[in-house]
């Protein structure tokens, strides 16, 4: 019977999949979102990738794609993984128990040694950040790092940057910086500052009222924005002098993505709290984390009756903890982290060589396998948005997929997994200067001269942006 259902059950997925687009379409119109595959077909995006593995995604008529958004950072090995993927098997087949959460557990409890091992240090010591709390998405681990700021201090407020982004529980939304989040309102105790200028967060911290400071120490969504030399290191003594703990978000730039373990390591910084998801899952099984270190959680969670006040049924569920730790096994042993600091230079390099002297480029900016390129508005005052998704089209009609910046729609984001290898970056920059060849000839100019305010309208409200 077990068997029987087993086939049935294994079945029943490969009938799914291979069911006829048309019907994934319309199941995904009336049962997912409808709108989404709307704006995807009106902005020329609309894509059926049936199969993934490494750098390639495959789409449904066989056309092969490199990747070059990687699932927002969430697939750093590439698709599909096999070591990842036997990980997540070998946990499957000891049988092991998911979810009882009342018993220490081999796998979450190897991890958090894992990541404590790895998590970034001020001195040769061992990091002080050996405390690790799992779950399964960046905004909860966002969530459970300002619950923890809060428990510790117990102040009521929380400082962010604008053009921030953090995730999309209440929590995190609190303290993304997007003007759009407005329809949620009210969102709680929190100041959002101009990225990158120190003095402003002294402003706000002087009343001794506030629990943290959250930062990327890149902004990923806001347009691959890098902080200014200094910046990171004053706000953590500012954070100390006033009391107010320091949260780091490298759910987007962790492990290994911008040449270092983690991004604050280039700026001398260790954080109070370190938030990590994305490249934690292997691109398989979704994780977050949060670490800290253990004077911060003895205050918080450190007695028999607190211990469990924060608490979610997913945290550490075996597998997930199966893929995180093959991730870091697989990205330290192919020293992905060194190959990200290189073939980043390398990127960026072409990357700007590319695009200089272009009318519609105004900058290109990164570090490591993260990088934006800035479009600026043209002269004919066609939006700079319109012109980056015409680009990203261009792309994918040329094999690349990447897309813009979610908060940032003038910048396209270049993210690609940890496992590029140069002749992708020339496939990139070869596509990218085709479609940039053809802007005074091609799509764009049409626009510009027919319809552009009606595709401007469209595109705003695809975008999901007030009209200008
Ligand atoms: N923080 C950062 C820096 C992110 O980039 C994201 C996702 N883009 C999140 C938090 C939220 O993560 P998730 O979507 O897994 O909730």
Same mark, same amino acid.
């Given at each position: 019977?077990?068997?029987? /259902?087993?086939?049935?059950?294994?079945?029943?997925?490969?009938?799914?999949?291979?069911?006829?687009?048309?019907?994934?379409?319309?199941?995904?119109?009336?049962?997912?979102?409808?709108?989404?595959?709307?704006?995807?077909?009106?902005? !020329?995006?609309?894509?059926?990738? *049936?199969?993934?593995?490494?750098?390639?995604?495959?789409?449904?008529?066989?056309?092969?794609?490199?990747?070059?958004?990687?699932?927002?950072?969430?697939?750093?090995?590439?698709?599909?993984?096999?070591? *990842?993927?036997?990980?997540?098997?070998?946990?499957?087949?000891?049988?092991?128990?998911?979810?009882?959460?009342?018993?220490?557990?081999?796998?979450?409890?190897?991890?958090?040694?894992?990541?404590?091992?790895?998590?970034?240090?001020?001195?040769?010591?061992?990091?002080?950040?050996?405390?690790?709390?799992?779950?399964?998405?960046?905004?909860? #681990?966002?969530?459970?790092?300002?619950?923890? #700021?809060?428990?510790?201090?117990?102040?009521?407020?929380?400082?962010?940057?604008?053009?921030?982004?953090?995730?999309?529980?209440?929590?995190?939304?609190?303290?993304?910086?997007?003007?759009?989040?407005?329809?949620?309102?009210? /969102?709680?105790?929190?100041?959002?500052?101009?990225?990158?200028?120190?003095?402003?967060?002294?402003?706000?911290?002087?009343?001794?009222?506030?629990?943290?400071? $959250?930062?990327?120490?890149?902004?990923?969504? !806001?347009?691959?924005?890098?902080?200014?030399?200094?910046?990171?290191?004053?706000?953590?003594?500012?954070?100390?002098?006033?009391?107010?703990?320091?949260?780091?978000?490298?759910?987007?730039? !962790?492990?290994?993505?911008?040449?270092?373990?983690?991004?604050?390591?280039?700026?001398?910084?260790?954080?109070?709290?370190?938030? /990590?998801?994305?490249?934690?899952?292997?691109?398989?099984?979704?994780?977050?984390?949060?670490?800290?270190?253990?004077?911060?959680?003895?205050?918080?969670?450190?007695?028999?009756?607190?211990?469990?006040?924060?608490?979610?049924?997913?945290?550490?569920?075996?597998?997930?903890?199966?893929?995180?730790?093959?991730? $870091?096994? *697989?990205?330290?042993?192919?020293?992905?982290?060194?190959?990200?600091?290189?073939?980043?230079?390398?990127?960026?390099?072409?990357?700007?060589?590319?695009?200089?002297?272009?009318?519609?480029?105004?900058?290109?900016?990164?570090?490591?396998?993260?990088?934006? $390129?800035?479009?600026?508005?043209?002269?004919?005052?066609?939006?700079?948005?319109?012109?980056?998704?015409?680009?990203?089209?261009?792309?994918?009609?040329?094999? $690349?997929?990447?897309?813009?910046?979610?908060?940032?729609?003038?910048?396209?984001?270049?993210?690609?997994?940890?496992?590029?290898?140069? #002749?992708?970056?020339?496939?990139?920059?070869?596509?990218?200067?085709?479609?940039?060849?053809?802007?005074?000839?091609?799509?764009?100019?049409?626009? *510009?001269?027919?319809?552009?305010?009606?595709?401007?309208?469209?595109?705003?409200?695809?975008?999901?942006?007030?009209?200008?």
């Amino acid at each position: 019977m077990t068997e029987d /259902l087993s086939q049935r059950t294994a079945a029943l997925v490969r009938e799914h999949l291979a069911m006829p687009r048309e019907r994934v379409h319309s199941l995904t119109t009336t049962n997912l979102n409808g709108k989404l595959v709307e704006s995807l077909n009106l902005l !020329g995006y609309l894509r059926d990738f *049936v199969s993934a593995s490494g750098m390639e995604l495959v789409d449904a008529h066989g056309r092969r794609y490199l990747d070059f958004l990687a699932g927002y950072g969430s697939v750093p090995l590439g698709h599909n993984h096999p070591a *990842v993927a036997a990980a997540v098997r070998a946990a499957i087949d000891a049988v092991v128990p998911h979810f009882i959460l009342m018993a220490p557990e081999a796998l979450p409890a190897a991890l958090a040694a894992r990541i404590a091992a790895i998590s970034p240090r001020s001195s040769a010591q061992p990091s002080e950040l050996s405390m690790a709390f799992f779950m399964s998405s960046g905004s909860e #681990a966002v969530d459970g790092a300002l619950k923890l #700021a809060r428990a510790v201090t117990r102040r009521p407020r929380f400082v962010a940057a604008q053009r921030g982004y953090h995730g999309a529980t209440f929590g995190a939304m609190a303290v993304t910086g997007d003007a759009r989040l407005e329809v949620f309102e009210p /969102l709680g105790e929190r100041t959002l500052v101009p990225w990158g200028d120190a003095a402003l967060i002294e402003a706000q911290l002087q009343k001794r009222d506030v629990a943290a400071v $959250i930062l990327e120490p890149i902004q990923a969504e !806001g347009g691959v924005n890098l902080p200014p030399a200094g910046y990171l290191a004053e706000v953590q003594r500012l954070c100390r002098r006033y009391g107010t703990l320091f949260i780091l978000d490298e759910v987007q730039t !962790g492990l290994g993505r911008t040449g270092t373990w983690f991004a604050c390591e280039r700026d001398g910084v260790v954080p109070d709290v370190l938030v /990590l998801a994305k490249a934690l899952s292997g691109g398989l099984v979704p994780i977050s984390a949060y670490v800290t270190r253990p004077d911060l959680w003895r205050k918080a969670y450190g007695t028999l009756a607190t211990c469990e006040l924060h608490c979610t049924t997913y945290r550490g569920g075996p597998l997930a903890c199966a893929a995180a730790l093959a991730t $870091i096994e *697989v990205i330290e042993a192919t020293g992905l982290v060194a190959r990200a600091d290189k073939l980043g230079e390398q990127l960026g390099t072409r990357l700007r060589a590319v695009t200089a002297g272009h009318p519609l480029i105004r900058e290109v900016r990164g570090r490591g396998l993260l990088w934006g $390129i800035e479009l600026a508005a043209s002269k004919d005052g066609v939006a700079a948005a319109l012109i980056a998704q015409w680009l990203v089209v261009g792309l994918l009609e040329r094999g $690349i997929v990447t897309q813009v910046t979610t908060l940032s729609p003038t910048v396209i984001r270049v993210e690609p997994p940890l496992i590029l290898e140069e #002749a992708h970056i020339e496939r990139f920059c070869d596509a990218l200067r085709d479609v940039l060849a053809t802007h005074a000839t091609g799509t764009i100019a049409s626009l *510009v001269g027919v319809g552009k305010h009606l595709i401007k309208q469209r595109l705003d409200a695809v975008l999901g942006r007030a009209p200008s």
